[in-house]
C-alpha cells in the first residue's frame, strides 16, 4: 500500500514539474535600479554602415583603403573590413498599437508581414515582434519562422497608450544583443508608429542608450498622417541618425509598404568594419567616431556616432 503511495505522488509530483517548464510566459519590460549590462569587447568596435550618393543611390564598389576612422581625434586602423555584408540578421519589428494608429492598422500589418517574408532568409536570420501600446509586450520571441512571425502581426489590435522608448530598451536588451560574438549579426529595429511617447518607464536618450550598447541600427516608419512636423517625428529622426538608420515618412498610409522596401534594400547593402581603439580606453564613456570616405565630399556615410566604452 505504501509503495502505491509513493508512486503515485512520485507521479503527481512529475507531471506538475512538467507542466511547470512547458508553461512559459513572456518576460515583462522592468525598469531595475540596477544599471543594465551588456557584455561588450574591450578590444574593438563594430561597426555597419552604409553610403550613398547624393540621389541616395547604395555605392557598394568600395574598398577598406577608401575609409577613414577618426575616434576623438586619432586616426585608427581598420582591422577587418567586408563589403555587401552577409552576417545574419537579427531583427526587432516593433509596431505601435495605441488608438492614434487605428484607422491604417490594416495597412501596418500587411506591409509589415510582407516585409519579413522579404528579407528573411531561412535558417539564417531571425526576428521578434513586439507590441507597445499602453506598455510594450514580445509577441513572438526571436525566431526564424516569417510565417509564425506573420501569424503574430496578424493577432495585433490597436488601442491604449504608447509606450515606444521601453520597447526598444527591452528589445534591445533582453533579445537582439543576446547573440554572440557581436560582430557576427547584423542587429536592427524597425519601428511603426507616430513616435509619440506618453507610457514609458525609460527616458527616450534611455532607450538610445540601450540600442548604442547593443550594436543596433533603429529604421522607423512614421504613421503621422497629419500632414505637418511633429515632436514624434523629430523623436524618430533622432533615434534612426543617431545610430546610423534612417526615417521614413509616407505621404499616404498606401506608401507604407515602399518604406519597408526600402529598408530591405539597404540591409542588403551596407558594409562592415572593425577596429582596436588607440589608445584602448575602459572607462565606460560615449567615444564619439567620426567615418567617412577619403577624399569624396559627394558621398554620404551613415553609420552610429560612436559608443560606450565598457568599465573595467
Known sequence: MKRCVLLALAGALGAALSYGQQKTAPPPVEQSDEPARISVDVTRVNMLFTVTDKKGRFVTDLAREDFEVVEGKKAQTIAEFTAESDLP??????????????????????????????????????????????????????????????AGIRSLRPGGGTALYDAIFYACRDKLALDQPRTKFRRAIVIVSDGDDNQSDYTRDQALEMAQKADVVIYAISTNSSGAATDGDKVLKYLTSETGGRAFFPFQVEDMAQSFENIANELRHQYNLLYRPEPLLTDGQWHTVNLRVKGRKDLVVRARAGYYAPKM
Request: glycine content about 2%; charged content about 35%.
Open 89 to 150: 540578421l537579427r531583427l526587432g519589428i516593433l509596431i505601435d498599437t495605441s488608438n492614434s494608429v487605428r484607422d491604417r492598422f490594416r495597412f501596418e500589418q500587411d506591409a509589415a508581414a510582407e516585409f519579413l517574408r522579404t528579407v528573411m532568409r531561412a535558417h539564417l536570420d531571425k526576428a521578434i515582434l513586439v507590441r507597445f501600446d499602453t506598455r510594450a509586450e514580445l509577441v513572438t520571441d526571436l525566431i526564424d519562422d516569417p510565417h509564425q512571425l506573420e
